[in-house]
C-alpha cells in the first residue's frame, strides 16, 4: 500500500522559516521523483520544487534562492527548506512522489500560513 506521510506546517512570520517533510511508504515499487506543490485559495495548484532519484532539482522561478528540496533516499524522505518566508507563500502544500512505471500519488497536504 502506498502511503505519504507530510509534516511541518505551522504559522510562521514574513522573513521566518519553515522544514516540511514527506515520508513515503510505496511497498515494492521504486521511487522516480518527489516534488512539493502548493495551492492558495483561489488558483491553481502549482509546482513549487522536484528532486530526481539522482539529486537534479526544479524549482518554481517565486521561490528560487529561498527555498531549498532536498530527499534521503534510504528513507523515502523529500524535504522542503523554506527560508525568507513571504505572506504570497501561504498556501496549502502537497507532497507528490511519482514511483514505478507510471505511478504518483499525493500526500493530504500541510497548510502553510505567513503572516505578522
Known amino acids: 500500500q502506498v502511503q505519504l506521510v507530510e509534516s511541518g506546517g505551522g504559522l510562521v512570520q514574513p522573513g521566518g522559516s519553515l522544514r516540511l517533510s514527506c515520508a513515503a511508504s510505496?511497498?515494492?515499487?521504486?521511487?522516480?521523483?518527489m516534488g512539493w506543490y502548493r495551492q492558495a485559495p483561489g488558483k491553481q495548484r502549482e509546482l513549487v520544487a522536484v528532486?530526481?532519484?539522482?539529486?537534479?532539482?526544479n524549482y518554481a522561478d517565486s521561490v528560487k534562492g529561498r527555498f531549498t528540496i532536498s530527499r534521503d533516499n534510504a528513507k523515502n524522505t523529500v524535504y522542503l527548506q523554506m527560508n525568507s518566508l513571504k505572506a504570497d507563500d501561504t498556501a496549502v502544500y502537497y507532497c507528490?512522489?511519482?514511483?514505478?512505471?507510471?505511478?504518483?500519488?499525493w500526500g493530504q497536504g500541510t497548510q502553510v500560513t505567513v503572516s505578522s
Open positions: 510505496i511497498g515494492i515499487f521504486s521511487i522516480n521523483s
Open positions: 528532486i530526481t532519484t539522482d539529486g537534479r532539482t
Open positions: 507528490k512522489v511519482v514511483f514505478g512505471p507510471a505511478f504518483d500519488r
